[in-house]
């Protein structure tokens, strides 16, 4: 009875020592903030529903590249695509796949919030410097209904590197010559005008403080502040309003089988132009620094989740839902994960 006794223990020791052991485990991630809030929601429901713990760390897309190439996380997250010149410093073969769309919107501080329109050339002109007053006549020529103050502009941007940065410059670089030679994409600027904020919410505050600021921020920032967000031309010519459908029109081109691609000035005809997919990253082969193939197993499982399960959650929180023809692209990258060159996911 004695011996039946101690067996019994022993397995119950086992059985809570393996479960003590599964709910411990902590998946490390670092990088973008431009998706952190929806990042936050996910890694914290999904903590709920399986156990698994996922420390992101929203440090910028520079920092989350760093420390995976470094070793120091599970998997990076990245606003802009890593480039070849980047991948071949790499010490092993980086895969992306990307988790949402996002918008990257401009907002401004005018009397009775009017909701603006504005072409490629008159942004671009606007952070250049080169417009400087509200009531500027181009501004109010494609704004008839608008009563424009004489107001001078105060061009915001982003005193920190950033991925939002990034994505506006992609997009400056794209539609204004002067600008890309002049001031160019990154995610930190050398800035020709404005005043510097500090993340989304120091960009935000400041326009909000100052009476005729411009400003660019996340879709979710402008809509969480009761922001303006200005309509803007495309490519095909419509005066697109950031929307859920609009961003996700944008990704309505062809897609590589890497993912890596700017969507910014779309080519889809009701595609919002400053959008943008963002990525996380990770190294298609796990059998690194003593990882366990349990390890890799749990990385490949959650990032499964997040482009399946975990996209009912990107509409509340103002980020587009991955189109499936998107989706299917990432299960294939995710499905390329190895551990000791064998797929880790069936």
Known sequence: MKRLLDIFVIVCMIFIYGVCWSQSLVLT???ATFPYPLYAKWFYVYEKITGVKVNYQAIGSGGGIRQL???VVDFGGTDAFMSD?????????ILH????????VITYNLPGK?????TPDIIADIFLGKIKKWDDSRIAKINPDVKLPN???VVIHRSDGSGTTFIFS????KVSKEWKERVGRGKSLNWPIGLGGKGNPGVAALVKQIPGAIGYVELIYAGQNNMPVALIRNKSGHFIKPTMKSVSLAANISIPADTRISITNTDAEYGYPISSFTWIIFYKEQAYNGRSKKRAKALAELFWWMIHEGQKYNEKLLYSRLPEAVVKKAEAIIKDMTYNGKSVLK
């Open 170 to 173: 992609d997009y400056l670089s």
């Open 114 to 118: 009017p909701v603006l329109k504005l």
């Open 85 to 93: 010149k980047e991948l071949s410093r790499s010490p092993a073969k």
């Open 69 to 71: 190439i470094n070793r």
């Open 29 to 31: 991630g670092a990088g």
């Open 97 to 104: 796949f990307p988790t949402c769309l996002g918008a990257v």
């Open 151 to 153: 107001l001078d502009i």
